[in-house]
């Protein structure tokens, strides 16, 4: 799938929301475009099918807020948060997920989200998100929360991570989805513009901090930290690469 763009004038004092869509099924971009659209004050600038480009989207857009997918492939919508807030901090990312576990919700405010909505959440209730984010506030479905306040939920997002992926670097991060996606070493080095050493370099720092030694184990790791998600749509892009490379 290729970015999409919708050329529109930036935002401004009293001027509509400018939204960029990050999903990896298309079908899900374009309902929430069709929604979003008919609500005024909301424009969608564009649409992107992975992390990458919703990154690239963002630096050539500069949308007001992101809607970010969690898993999506090639880069997650975690990390891609990362990538925007650190170039970006003016553009405010709403996390928009099936996944409601709350490790999921801490990473994505530790990432630099503004706010985390169930996928299952109605029109009101997104539109609401949208622009309380855009203003500078923050969202969370209350079910997500579990009792807890946003200001509870940042105080637990701001503490030391202990797990095994507070240890990896953003890059190490990246190279771990995608072996859990089934890149090989060489596809890795092309998606990243690194060389094949490199990419055997993350690889071993990899295994030395998550005391992992075989590739088969971290694709393992990845899929239960969810990290990577072994799905059709993955499969069949694995798929599509073995043959390009035959």
């Given at each position: 799938m290729s970015p999409q763009e919708y050329p529109h004038e930036r935002a401004g004092t009293g001027a509509p929301v400018r939204i960029l869509i990050a999903d990896d099924h298309s079908l899900m971009r374009q309902g929430l475009r069709s929604l979003l659209q008919e609500r005024p004050?909301?424009?969608?600038?564009?649409?992107?099918?992975?992390?990458?480009?919703?990154?690239?989207?963002?630096?050539?857009?500069?949308?007001?807020?992101?809607?970010?997918?969690?898993?999506?492939?090639?880069?997650?919508?975690?990390?891609?948060?990362?990538?925007?807030?650190?170039?970006?901090?003016?553009?405010?990312?709403?996390?928009?997920s099936a996944y409601t576990e709350m490790e999921h919700v801490v990473a994505a405010v530790r990432a630099g989200a503004s706010g985390y909505l169930r996928k299952s959440a109605d029109v009101e209730e997104l539109e609401l998100a949208i622009r309380a984010i855009a203003r500078g506030n923050t969202y969370f479905s209350p079910e997500l929360l579990r009792g807890l306040d946003s200001m509870d939920l940042y105080r637990v997002a701001n503490q030391p991570g202990s797990g095994a992926l507070d240890r990896l670097s953003h890059r190490e991060r990246e190279v771990l989805q995608l072996i859990g996606e089934g890149f090989t070493n060489r596809e890795i080095a092309g998606?990243?513009?690194?060389?094949?050493?490199?990419?055997?370099?993350?690889?071993?720092?990899?295994?030395?901090?998550?005391?992992?030694?075989?590739r088969g184990e971290l694709i393992r790791f990845a899929l239960r930290a969810g990290v990577a998600a072994l799905d059709t749509d993955t499969l069949e892009r694995a798929e599509a690469r073995r043959r390009a490379g035959a």
């Open positions: 004050g909301l424009i969608v600038v564009g649409e992107a099918g992975d992390g990458r480009e919703a990154v690239a989207l963002a630096l050539r857009l500069h949308p007001d807020v992101v809607l970010m997918d969690v898993v999506m492939p090639s880069l997650n919508g975690v990390e891609a948060t990362v990538a925007i807030r650190r170039r970006l901090p003016e553009t405010r990312v709403l996390m928009l998606e990243l513009g690194v060389s094949v050493k490199t990419v055997e370099a993350h690889i071993s720092r990899l295994g030395q901090k998550l005391g992992i030694r075989r």
